[in-house]
T-cell receptor, first 116, second 111 residues
Protein backbone atom coordinates (compact mmCIF):
# COMPACT_ATOMS: atom_id res chain seq x y z
CA UNK A 1 0.00 0.00 0.00
CA UNK A 2 1.45 3.34 -1.01
CA UNK A 3 0.92 6.35 1.16
CA UNK A 4 2.13 8.73 3.81
CA UNK A 5 2.38 7.80 7.44
CA UNK A 6 2.70 10.11 10.38
CA UNK A 7 3.44 9.02 13.88
CA UNK A 8 2.31 9.24 16.51
CA UNK A 9 -1.34 10.26 16.03
CA UNK A 10 -1.44 11.99 19.43
CA UNK A 11 1.55 13.43 21.23
CA UNK A 12 1.82 15.12 24.60
CA UNK A 13 4.87 17.05 25.75
CA UNK A 14 5.81 19.32 28.57
CA UNK A 15 6.50 22.94 27.87
CA UNK A 16 10.15 23.58 27.06
CA UNK A 17 10.83 20.18 25.53
CA UNK A 18 11.75 19.62 21.92
CA UNK A 19 9.65 17.03 20.11
CA UNK A 20 10.10 15.37 16.71
CA UNK A 21 7.18 14.37 14.50
CA UNK A 22 7.72 11.60 11.99
CA UNK A 23 6.63 11.64 8.34
CA UNK A 24 7.37 8.81 5.92
CA UNK A 25 6.17 8.28 2.34
CA UNK A 26 6.61 5.38 -0.07
CA UNK A 27 5.10 7.14 -3.07
CA UNK A 28 8.52 8.01 -4.49
CA UNK A 29 7.55 11.68 -4.37
CA UNK A 30 10.22 14.32 -4.64
CA UNK A 31 8.57 17.11 -2.66
CA UNK A 32 7.45 17.00 0.95
CA UNK A 33 5.71 19.57 3.15
CA UNK A 34 4.80 20.30 6.74
CA UNK A 35 1.70 22.27 7.68
CA UNK A 36 0.21 23.44 10.91
CA UNK A 37 -3.55 23.70 11.46
CA UNK A 38 -5.15 25.42 14.43
CA UNK A 39 -8.83 24.90 15.39
CA UNK A 40 -11.16 26.42 12.81
CA UNK A 41 -8.24 27.60 10.71
CA UNK A 42 -6.75 26.69 7.39
CA UNK A 43 -3.36 25.10 6.79
CA UNK A 44 -0.21 27.17 7.18
CA UNK A 45 3.03 26.06 5.57
CA UNK A 46 5.95 25.50 7.96
CA UNK A 47 8.66 24.00 5.74
CA UNK A 48 8.91 22.29 2.40
CA UNK A 49 11.52 20.27 0.58
CA UNK A 50 11.77 19.76 -3.17
CA UNK A 51 14.69 17.36 -3.05
CA UNK A 52 16.87 15.39 -0.64
CA UNK A 53 19.22 17.51 1.48
CA UNK A 54 17.41 20.70 0.59
CA UNK A 55 14.50 22.44 2.30
CA UNK A 56 12.98 25.91 2.45
CA UNK A 57 11.09 27.88 5.08
CA UNK A 58 7.40 28.39 4.66
CA UNK A 59 5.25 31.11 6.17
CA UNK A 60 5.65 30.12 9.82
CA UNK A 61 9.05 28.39 10.16
CA UNK A 62 10.14 30.11 13.39
CA UNK A 63 10.51 27.61 16.23
CA UNK A 64 10.61 24.61 13.89
CA UNK A 65 13.38 22.65 12.19
CA UNK A 66 13.43 19.88 9.58
CA UNK A 67 15.81 17.53 7.83
CA UNK A 68 15.61 15.65 4.54
CA UNK A 69 18.35 13.06 4.58
CA UNK A 70 16.28 10.49 2.68
CA UNK A 71 13.68 10.90 -0.04
CA UNK A 72 11.13 8.98 2.00
CA UNK A 73 11.47 10.85 5.27
CA UNK A 74 10.89 14.46 6.36
CA UNK A 75 10.84 14.73 10.18
CA UNK A 76 9.74 17.95 11.86
CA UNK A 77 11.16 19.09 15.20
CA UNK A 78 9.08 21.46 17.26
CA UNK A 79 11.59 23.29 19.43
CA UNK A 80 11.13 25.02 22.74
CA UNK A 81 11.41 28.31 20.84
CA UNK A 82 7.97 27.76 19.29
CA UNK A 83 5.71 29.97 21.40
CA UNK A 84 2.43 28.14 20.85
CA UNK A 85 3.16 24.60 19.62
CA UNK A 86 -0.19 22.96 20.43
CA UNK A 87 -1.78 22.24 17.04
CA UNK A 88 -2.61 19.62 14.42
CA UNK A 89 0.42 18.95 12.21
CA UNK A 90 0.02 17.62 8.68
CA UNK A 91 2.68 16.22 6.39
CA UNK A 92 2.22 15.98 2.62
CA UNK A 93 4.15 14.92 -0.44
CA UNK A 94 3.91 15.53 -4.17
CA UNK A 95 5.69 14.93 -7.43
CA UNK A 96 7.70 18.00 -8.36
CA UNK A 97 7.28 18.41 -12.07
CA UNK A 98 8.99 21.80 -12.13
CA UNK A 99 7.63 24.81 -13.96
CA UNK A 100 4.01 24.50 -15.03
CA UNK A 101 3.75 21.53 -12.73
CA UNK A 102 0.53 20.03 -11.54
CA UNK A 103 1.39 19.78 -7.90
CA UNK A 104 -1.18 17.48 -6.28
CA UNK A 105 -0.42 16.90 -2.65
CA UNK A 106 -1.08 13.69 -0.77
CA UNK A 107 -1.56 14.19 2.95
CA UNK A 108 -0.83 12.01 5.92
CA UNK A 109 -3.33 11.44 8.74
CA UNK A 110 -1.78 14.13 10.93
CA UNK A 111 -0.31 14.33 14.43
CA UNK A 112 -2.12 16.23 17.15
CA UNK A 113 0.47 17.76 19.46
CA UNK A 114 -0.53 19.02 22.88
CA UNK A 115 1.99 20.87 25.00
CA UNK A 116 1.11 20.86 28.66
CA UNK B 1 0.43 37.29 -3.34
CA UNK B 2 -1.77 34.45 -4.54
CA UNK B 3 -4.06 34.66 -1.56
CA UNK B 4 -7.42 32.93 -1.89
CA UNK B 5 -10.77 34.03 -0.52
CA UNK B 6 -13.72 31.69 0.01
CA UNK B 7 -17.04 31.87 1.86
CA UNK B 8 -16.59 30.69 5.43
CA UNK B 9 -19.57 28.36 5.45
CA UNK B 10 -22.44 27.03 3.35
CA UNK B 11 -25.46 24.83 3.99
CA UNK B 12 -27.20 22.62 1.45
CA UNK B 13 -29.91 19.98 1.41
CA UNK B 14 -29.13 16.47 0.31
CA UNK B 15 -29.43 15.91 -3.41
CA UNK B 16 -28.80 19.52 -4.37
CA UNK B 17 -25.91 20.86 -6.43
CA UNK B 18 -23.44 22.95 -4.45
CA UNK B 19 -21.19 25.61 -5.94
CA UNK B 20 -18.29 27.02 -3.93
CA UNK B 21 -16.43 29.99 -5.38
CA UNK B 22 -12.86 30.96 -4.64
CA UNK B 23 -11.33 34.33 -5.50
CA UNK B 24 -7.65 34.49 -6.41
CA UNK B 25 -7.10 37.90 -7.94
CA UNK B 26 -3.30 37.68 -7.99
CA UNK B 27 -2.99 34.28 -9.63
CA UNK B 28 0.23 33.90 -11.64
CA UNK B 29 0.44 32.71 -15.22
CA UNK B 30 1.95 29.37 -14.23
CA UNK B 31 -0.42 28.63 -11.36
CA UNK B 32 -2.85 25.77 -11.35
CA UNK B 33 -5.95 25.81 -9.12
CA UNK B 34 -6.47 22.83 -6.87
CA UNK B 35 -9.34 21.96 -4.55
CA UNK B 36 -9.09 19.74 -1.48
CA UNK B 37 -11.63 18.24 0.91
CA UNK B 38 -10.93 17.80 4.61
CA UNK B 39 -12.88 15.87 7.24
CA UNK B 40 -12.31 16.62 10.95
CA UNK B 41 -8.98 15.36 12.31
CA UNK B 42 -7.89 14.05 8.90
CA UNK B 43 -5.51 15.28 6.22
CA UNK B 44 -7.00 17.04 3.19
CA UNK B 45 -7.80 14.94 0.16
CA UNK B 46 -7.40 16.04 -3.47
CA UNK B 47 -10.68 16.63 -5.32
CA UNK B 48 -9.92 18.33 -8.61
CA UNK B 49 -7.40 20.55 -10.38
CA UNK B 50 -7.53 22.84 -13.38
CA UNK B 51 -5.81 25.64 -15.25
CA UNK B 52 -8.60 27.19 -17.33
CA UNK B 53 -12.14 26.61 -18.64
CA UNK B 54 -13.83 23.50 -17.24
CA UNK B 55 -12.57 20.28 -15.73
CA UNK B 56 -14.77 17.38 -14.67
CA UNK B 57 -14.03 14.15 -12.88
CA UNK B 58 -16.11 11.50 -11.16
CA UNK B 59 -16.76 13.60 -8.05
CA UNK B 60 -16.80 17.27 -9.08
CA UNK B 61 -16.49 19.92 -11.75
CA UNK B 62 -14.26 22.97 -11.73
CA UNK B 63 -15.16 26.10 -13.65
CA UNK B 64 -12.48 28.70 -14.34
CA UNK B 65 -13.31 31.91 -16.24
CA UNK B 66 -11.00 33.32 -18.87
CA UNK B 67 -9.37 35.85 -16.50
CA UNK B 68 -8.66 33.04 -13.99
CA UNK B 69 -9.24 35.39 -11.06
CA UNK B 70 -11.77 33.02 -9.57
CA UNK B 71 -12.83 29.41 -9.74
CA UNK B 72 -15.98 27.52 -8.80
CA UNK B 73 -16.09 24.00 -7.43
CA UNK B 74 -19.35 22.27 -8.27
CA UNK B 75 -20.49 19.21 -6.33
CA UNK B 76 -23.46 17.50 -7.96
CA UNK B 77 -26.21 15.99 -5.81
CA UNK B 78 -24.47 16.24 -2.45
CA UNK B 79 -24.98 13.67 0.27
CA UNK B 80 -24.45 13.81 4.04
CA UNK B 81 -20.95 12.39 3.57
CA UNK B 82 -19.96 15.52 1.63
CA UNK B 83 -20.10 17.54 4.86
CA UNK B 84 -16.51 18.75 5.14
CA UNK B 85 -14.25 21.76 4.70
CA UNK B 86 -13.26 22.57 1.13
CA UNK B 87 -10.03 24.42 0.37
CA UNK B 88 -8.97 26.20 -2.77
CA UNK B 89 -5.20 26.30 -3.33
CA UNK B 90 -3.29 28.23 -5.95
CA UNK B 91 0.32 27.72 -7.00
CA UNK B 92 3.28 26.03 -5.39
CA UNK B 93 5.58 27.32 -2.63
CA UNK B 94 8.57 27.58 -4.95
CA UNK B 95 6.73 29.59 -7.58
CA UNK B 96 7.51 32.93 -5.97
CA UNK B 97 3.99 33.78 -4.87
CA UNK B 98 2.73 33.16 -1.37
CA UNK B 99 1.48 29.62 -1.01
CA UNK B 100 -1.77 29.85 0.88
CA UNK B 101 -4.50 27.38 1.73
CA UNK B 102 -6.84 29.85 3.32
CA UNK B 103 -9.52 29.08 5.89
CA UNK B 104 -11.64 27.04 3.50
CA UNK B 105 -15.42 26.71 3.20
CA UNK B 106 -17.24 24.57 5.72
CA UNK B 107 -20.06 22.79 3.89
CA UNK B 108 -22.89 21.27 5.92
CA UNK B 109 -25.29 18.97 4.10
CA UNK B 110 -28.72 18.80 5.72
CA UNK B 111 -30.98 15.73 5.43
Amino acid sequence: DGGITQSPKYLFRKEGQNVTLSCEQNLNHDAMYWYRQDPGQGLRLIYYSQIVNDFQKGDIAEGYSVSREKKESFPLTVTSAQKNPTAFYLCASSIDLGEFSRDTQYFGPGTRLTVL
Amino acid sequence: LAKTTQPISMDSYEGQEVNITCSHNNIATNDYITWYQQFPSQGPRFIIQGYKTKVTNEVASLFIPADRKSSTLSLPRVSLSDTAVYYCLVGEPWAGNQFYFGTGTSLTVIP
